[in-house]
């Protein structure tokens, strides 16, 4: 494909580059019309490895394949723990900054703010009178999270889930890229797709799952837990903002075991297997290869090269972002063009389920 071609041949910055420039004349893929993929992403914190290469990735490589594609800042979700105002609002418009300077092109995809699109929550009322308390409880999200909090989670946190399958039917969405800690999240989706169906006539189609290649991206601090924002480790995470000299200090302090040789065994040396990982998908290497790489290296200096791979990687990113932010008045504008795209979208869909549950 043309645009691949030009990825492979110019570089991430190039491209990120020409995104701002504006179109060029050049022939793009041909998309699947008839898939509607959605997805969110929260704007606390500022994304790591993990969201990365889990997540944003597969947003690039989505909006060209695909005819509608939306990508929402779910800031209504932000709140279901408690956020300082100022700073959440400048976080929206990091987010913002973020995703563009990762390849996310507003003339590929819409990306949106989610609580700029009212029928998200109108729609998520409408869903959490057919869902039973049980079924929310029984969430192992929401037993982990609970589980943290003195005083238990607010109905918020309970009922995320619920706006979650809101957020995703309000676009009447096909496919859904997800990670496989949202797996149980998309059953409860698809369970309330089929429930309206069945009770107010075929609507909504059932969206299937876009399980992303990349497994989880583990904690450098510990290889058992997933990569986190809110590790309370400051050396476990690696996010796409930090300086080289960060990452090189994250990746050196990097928990692995008492053996020396680089192998590929999740099971039995999950700490150096998560790092061969990282290096394979940061480098766009097979395992195999990140594996020759390290041959007749100690741990200690593959970290090393691990941690150039990741710079690498960010480096280009990283000074876009520095330049986006600069520009808050075209944040804003991204923001409120995409999010007029999504509720003339959103509108029509919301109006018709408000007939079909009998408002008038």
């Not at 998200?120 to 959490?128: A, D, G, R």
């Not at 946190?157 to 998309?186: F, K, N, W």
């Not at 497994?215 to 986190?228: F, I, Q, T, Y």
Request: glycine content about 6%.
């Amino acid at each position: 494909m043309a645009m691949r071609s030009m990825l492979k041949a110019r570089g991430c910055w190039s491209f990120i580059r020409a995104l701002h420039k504006g179109p060029e004349a050049a022939q793009t893929p041909q998309k699947d019309a008839v898939k509607r993929v959605f997805s969110g992403i929260q704007p606390t914190g500022i994304p790591h490895l993990g969201n990365y290469l889990g997540a944003i990735e597969a947003w690039v490589r989505l909006q060209e394949e695909h005819g509608l594609v939306l990508y929402s800042i779910v800031d209504l979700h932000s709140i279901t723990v408690a956020q300082d105002p100022a700073l959440l609002q400048q976080s929206i418009l990091d987010m913002t900054a973020v995703l563009l300077a990762c390849g996310i092109n507003p003339e590929k995809s819409i990306l949106f703010q989610q609580s700029q699109v009212p029928e998200h929550t109108q729609l998520s009322w409408i869903l959490t009178c057919m869902v039973r308390l049980p079924r929310l409880q029984h969430l192992h999200q929401w037993k982990a999270k609970i589980a943290t909090q003195k005083h238990g989670g607010t109905v918020g946190l309970l009922t995320y889930p619920v706006l979650q399958a809101a957020d995703i039917l309000l676009y009447r969405s096909t496919h859904v890229p997800v990670g496989e800690d949202q797996v149980q999240h998309m059953e409860l989706v698809q369970d309330l797709a089929r429930e309206f169906n069945k009770k107010y006539g075929e609507f909504f189609p059932v969206p299937r799952s876009i399980l992303t290649s990349m497994k989880k991206v583990k904690s450098l601090r510990d290889p058992s837990a997933k990569m986190s924002k809110s590790d309370p480790d400051k050396l476990a995470t690696v996010r796409i903002t930090d300086s080289p000299e960060e990452i090189v200090q994250k990746f050196r302090k990097a928990v692995t075991d008492f053996t020396s040789e680089v192998t590929y065994e999740p099971a039995r040396r999950p700490g150096v297997s998560n790092l061969v990982a990282i290096h394979a998908a940061v480098a766009g290497l097979p395992v195999e290869e990140a594996l020759r790489l390290g041959a007749g290296m100690d741990t200690a200096h593959y970290k090393l090269l691990v941690a150039d791979a990741v710079i690498q990687r960010f480096a280009p990113i990283k000074r876009e972002i520095e330049k986006l932010k600069m520009d808050r008045s075209h944040l804003e504008k991204v923001l409120q063009v995409g999010s007029a795209k999504a509720k003339e979208l959103a509108h029509p869909v919301c109006q018709e389920v408000k007939k079909l549950v009998g408002f008038l």
